[in-house]
C-alpha cells in the first residue's frame, strides 16, 4: 500500500507563484505516472498536470505556458510549479499516483489519492 505526502499549498496573491510537492512511499513495485487534479467549489475535479514514468507530460489547457510539472525519481517525488497564478486557479489539488505491484494472482495497476492541499489566489 502506498501513502503520498502532499504539501505546497496556501494563499498567494493573483500573478504570485506556489510549489506543490507529492512524495510516495510504501508498498509498490514501481510507478506509472504521477500528477495533480483540482476541484474547486461547485466543480468536478479535473486534470492538471500529469508525468509517466517515460517522461510524457500532459497539461491542462488553462495552465499551459504557466505551471510545470517535473519528478525526483529517485525519491519517488513529484512537483508542480505554478506561476502566474489567477483566481480560478483556487481549488483543492489532489496529488495522484497510479503504480503497479502484485497480488497473489499476478500483477496490476492502481491508483492512490493524497489528502489534497488548498491553494487560494486572492487580493
Known amino acids: 500500500q502506498a501513502q503520498l505526502a502532499e504539501s505546497g499549498g496556501g494563499l498567494v496573491q493573483p500573478g504570485g507563484s506556489l510549489r506543490l510537492s507529492c512524495a510516495a512511499s510504501g508498498s509498490f513495485f514501481s510507478i506509472n505516472a504521477m500528477g495533480w487534479y483540482r476541484q474547486g467549489l461547485g466543480t468536478q475535479r479535473e486534470l492538471v498536470a500529469t508525468i509517466t514514468s517515460g517522461g510524457k507530460i500532459n497539461y491542462a489547457d488553462s495552465v499551459k505556458g504557466r505551471f510545470t510539472i517535473s519528478t525526483n525519481d529517485a525519491k519517488n517525488t513529484a512537483y508542480l510549479q505554478m506561476n502566474s497564478l489567477k483566481p480560478e486557479d483556487t481549488a483543492v489539488y489532489y496529488c495522484?499516483?497510479?503504480?503497479?505491484?502484485?497480488?497473489?494472482?499476478?500483477?496490476?495497476?492502481?491508483?492512490?489519492w493524497g489528502q489534497g492541499t488548498q491553494v487560494t489566489v486572492s487580493s
Open positions: 495522484r499516483v497510479e503504480i503497479r505491484t502484485e497480488s497473489r494472482s499476478g500483477p496490476y495497476t492502481t491508483q492512490w
